[in-house]
């Protein structure tokens, strides 16, 4: 049994296919679009998290350069005052947070937190050679989070 195909019906098929195709490369230009907006994001919020961290890093570092006394207050009234754009930048970065992970980012803001309310002084009680490594710690704990 030998069946042929009509020419019509070699066009029907290959139309049939020339929309399927169409149709899949809209659907993956639509996800691949959609992933590179998402990506564009999550690096521009992972920027954000970083600049909002970025002077208190750097004054840590510079006091520790001058080897400043730990009980200095402008160092702690330095970090209370960043305190609202760093929960800012915070809270601004938690929906690219993993869902596993928000709990822990939590913990670690909550950390930074306490540490800097708390100041060098008592720094000083968890690193007696380092306290501004101390602090420097919970801020990059809080930053590892924009690392994946």
């Given at each position: 049994?030998?069946?042929e ?19 899949i ?24 998290l ?9 004054r ?10 730990p009980?200095?207050p ?23 947070v ?17 540490a ?9 009680a968890h ?22």
């Open positions: 049994m030998k069946y195909l009509a020419p019509y019906d070699i066009a029907l098929i290959a139309g049939g296919f020339t929309v399927l195709g169409a149709l490369s809209t659907l993956f230009g639509y996800w691949l679009a959609k992933m590179l907006a998402s990506h564009t994001a999550r690096i521009n919020a992972c920027a954000q970083r600049a909002a961290f970025a002077p208190a890093l750097v840590l570092d510079t006091d520790r350069a001058k080897r400043q006394f009980d200095d402008a160092i702690d009234a330095f970090l209370r005052e960043g305190l609202d754009q760093h929960a800012l930048a915070v809270e601004k970065f938690r929906p690219f993993r869902n596993g992970d928000k709990a822990s980012y939590q913990r670690a803001f909550e950390r930074y937190r306490q800097a309310n708390d100041g060098l002084l008592v720094a000083t690193e007696k050679n380092d306290p501004w490594k101390f602090l420097e710690d919970k801020i990059h704990d809080v930053l590892q989070f924009g690392n994946t």
